[in-house]
């Protein structure tokens, strides 16, 4: 009889026969033309993902990125800097000496794209027009209602995905470059997935900036400065004219984009001397070069010249970003040097936090990966006569990150404002290609592709579901509810909710902490609506007060600079959540009172049937700092039981009755979000009840700290007929009591202690 064979287990030479089969079918796949594409797609898939996510004008700087796009859009001319504060023209809008002072092709382009769309006259009116208060437009910008919208947030959401499209091509771009100087695809399916994954890099395509657009200017210039490099035909005129045309679209796009202005003549030159061109090839192409850079560059050189006796109006730019009282030393920029290293990988601008674990791993690989491409250099001799010359079709990109590194430290040393990674963009491509040659140094040749398909996954996956996670964070900004938590919100009873003479309603008030420490910011959530269309922009003016009804701090939003949605644009009934941070000093721990109002061009806006211009929405306890180390006293009671402990809220120290009043004594063992009810109960010998009262805490137990003592006093009429006299405490939203325990752990019957 046969029996059934079991199946021999795999060899050794079998398992890598196997291998060696799964690592040619890698190797194909990554060598295909599709991988590049299909980065890309990724990379605007979750570009796009990003700008929806993110409410409009809640980038990096993105509400002034916006004014000076609107300003093109109206078909403005190139503003004039010499309008400004300091030069005594308060009129002078401030956009027009923030993002204004950058130069300006984003702007100019984006503006056409705007201009597409009907927008209305808000921004030309309240912020183009100079009256925004003290030039700062933050209150006037259009609420996001989550969607494509109309208008303003439709204009600004096409901006947005346009940026998504520039950093699309900054990926292609990297794969196409890559792929020429090393003829190795899996180089180049590297590099571009380390800049097509790269959070910091998404952050800026899905948001208004001209970050990304100087990126993608840059990687234009130096696909055509490694064309012409290492194309095997003598390259014509017109790669020199497109070579300067993208030098000159960098310059134009941002300052830092002028590195590429020196690099593109390296190009040239290293072709020239390496194919032994001819003199005049090399002065035919220099014009070329010239030619295509000063076209984009020319009228905005002499636009300067005329305003400002500056090609460049650097010496006006910098004057409009004053320097830091100190200079900062070369000391000072290796201090930094950690972080802004560490924002390369891990900075996403200022939209939302990323885990440090993630922050941590990669900036150690951007360091292996620098050290791997400096021991590669080393080990070929690249430092060498022979090695410079077999490595001078690098030449352009590595001059590019010098130039862009020389011009960041001057800027560092006089300004502390650029201290991370976003200046660098011109230099995406460069230091992204010398971070991916530099890891595969460590990897084993055969094992290269199947390495790099495996990490392009990985790390794509996870920037997925990180930007998607991270998102809750994006709340912190104004948004309109979603229109299932708006209905729940407006079925709820509305006694708590105040309304104004323009028609504006406070409709819920949050606090996120009741109690904080001197120095913390006090955590305001408050959700507004309109009830009928404003025709005023209208400030909200947040009071604290203390006890004696001092103002011990306040915050105005006609004052500060933040981003907050224009009243004016509000859509009539649907909820706003806007989040608000006060910091308040105190000289001593008091339970400070909130109060809210508002003001337009018309003076305060009072609270519908109220003779006050404001009302109060809450409270909140603020611990004020330590004068220095104190004794800790314990006083006798500490050393008695307690007549009760409230389970995880309390103890009832002592107990006593004066006819009709019963007085509590307190130590808080806990610090609850909100108040608590006491309940006392008079009974008869018989057990019915004579007298009865609830009360809440007069010490509100959301502001509680562990350890606070304190007397209550409730007078409870024929509390002195009793014969048994009970009392405890219950949550008045759920009418459930806390229960209650003897000092010895039994519990009291029915959570009632027995005071008599």
């Avoid at 310059?251 to 202005?261: C, D, E, H, N, V």
């Avoid at 010359?389 to 040393?413: D, E, G, Q, R």
């Avoid at 006819?659 to 130590?667: A, E, G, K, P, Y």
Wanted: proline share 6%; hydrophobic share 50%.
């Amino acid at each position: 009889m046969l029996s059934a064979q079991r199946p021999l287990a795999p060899t050794a030479p079998a398992l890598l026969a196997r291998a060696a089969v799964w690592a040619s079918w890698v190797a194909q796949v990554v060598a295909s033309p599709v991988v590049p594409w299909l980065i890309s797609g990724a990379f605007i898939a979750l570009g796009i993902m990003t700008s929806l996510k993110t409410p409009l004008y809640q980038g990096a700087d993105e509400g002034w990125h916006y004014a000076y796009v609107e300003h093109y859009a109206l078909g403005r001319p190139l503003p004039n800097l010499n309008l400004h504060f300091t030069s005594g023209n308060i009129a002078a809008p401030y956009f027009q000496t923030h993002e204004a002072a950058q130069p300006p092709l984003y702007y100019m382009l984006m503006g056409r794209l705007v201009a597409l769309v009907p927008r209305g006259n808000l921004m030309q009116e309240e912020v183009l027009s100079g009256n925004a208060p003290n030039g700062m437009y933050g209150n006037f910008l259009p609420a996001d209602d989550g969607s494509l919208g109309s208008g303003l947030a439709l204009a600004g959401h096409l901006v947005r995905f346009a940026t998504v499209l520039l950093g699309a091509g900054v990926v292609l771009c990297s794969y196409v470059i890559a792929l020429w100087l090393t003829r190795r695809r899996e180089v180049a399916v590297l590099t571009a997935s380390l800049i097509a994954f790269n959070p910091h890099n998404l952050v800026l395509s899905g948001a208004i900036s001209n970050d990304m657009a100087v990126a993608c200017t840059a990687a234009l210039t130096l696909l055509a400065a490694t064309y012409i490099i290492t194309t095997p035909r003598q390259p014509g005129l017109l790669a020199a004219f497109l070579l300067g045309l993208g030098a000159g679209a960098s310059l134009l796009t941002k300052y830092s984009g002028g590195a590429m202005l020196v690099a593109a003549p390296v190009a040239v030159l290293v072709r020239q001397v390496r194919s032994r061109f001819t003199l005049s090839w090399l002065l035919r192409s220099g014009a070329a070069l010239a030619a295509g850079a000063l076209l984009l560059t020319g009228p905005f050189f002499i636009h300067n010249l005329q305003l400002y006796g500056d090609v460049l109006a650097w010496q006006r730019v910098n004057t409009l970003m004053p320097p830091d009282v100190v200079p900062h030393p070369f000391q000072a920029l290796l201090h930094w040097l950690p972080f802004i290293l560490a924002t390369f990988f891990g900075h996403p601008g200022y939209i939302f936090p990323l885990p440090s674990e993630y922050t941590h791993v990669f900036f150690y690989v951007l360091l292996i990966g620098l050290a791997g491409s400096l021991w590669l250099a080393l080990r070929r001799g690249l430092f060498s006569r022979g090695g410079l010359k077999a490595s001078a079709a690098y030449w352009p990109l590595l001059v590019a990150l010098a130039v862009n590194a020389v011009t960041y430290y001057f800027w560092f040393s006089q300004h502390l404002a650029t201290e991370n990674a976003r200046f660098f963009t011109p230099s995406l491509i460069p230091i992204t290609l010398l971070v991916a040659l530099g890891l595969l140094v460590f990897v084993p040749r055969r094992w290269q592709p199947g390495c790099v398909a495996a990490f392009t996954l990985a790390y794509g996956l996870f920037t997925a579901v990180t930007l998607y996670q991270s998102f809750d964070f994006m709340y912190a900004f104004p948004h309109y509810l979603s229109t299932a938590s708006a209905q729940a919100l407006l079925d709820q009873p509305d006694s708590g909710r105040v309304r104004f003479e323009n028609g504006i309603e406070l409709l819920d008030v949050q606090l996120k902490s009741t109690r904080v420490n001197e120095g913390d910011p006090v955590d305001l959530r408050i959700t507004l609506r309109t009830t009928q269309p404003l025709t005023r922009s209208a400030f909200l003016m947040l009071d604290f007060r203390d006890p004696a009804g001092k103002t011990v701090a306040s915050y105005y939003t006609r004052n500060v600079v933040r981003y907050s949605y224009a009243t004016r644009a509000w859509q009539v009934g649907r909820p706003l959540v806007e989040d608000f941070q006060v910091n308040v000093k105190t000289e001593r721990t008091e339970v400070l009172s909130i109060l809210a109002g508002w003001t337009d061009a018309g003076g305060a806006i009072r609270p519908v049937g109220s003779n006050s211009v404001s009302v109060e929405i809450g409270r909140v306890k603020v611990r004020a700092a330590p004068s220095g180390a104190a004794a800790t006293v314990i006083s006798a009671t500490d050393t008695v039981p307690p007549l009760a402990r409230l389970n995880g809220l309390a103890d009832l120290l002592s107990a006593r009755i004066d006819h009709d009043t019963v007085i509590l004594n307190w130590r808080a063992t806990a610090e609850p979000a909100r108040n608590y009810t006491i309940f006392v109960h008079g009974l008869d010998a018989q057990g019915n009840m004579l007298a009865q009262h609830d009360e809440p805490f007069k010490y509100s137990a959301a502001y509680w700290d562990v350890g606070d003592r304190f007397e209550q006093r409730i007078e409870v009429p024929d509390l002195s007929r009793a014969s048994t006299v009970l009392v405890g405490v219950y949550n008045p939203r759920t009418q459930q009591r806390v229960r209650a325990f003897h000092a010895d752990g039994a519990p009291w019957d029915n959570a009632s202690v027995v005071v008599r």
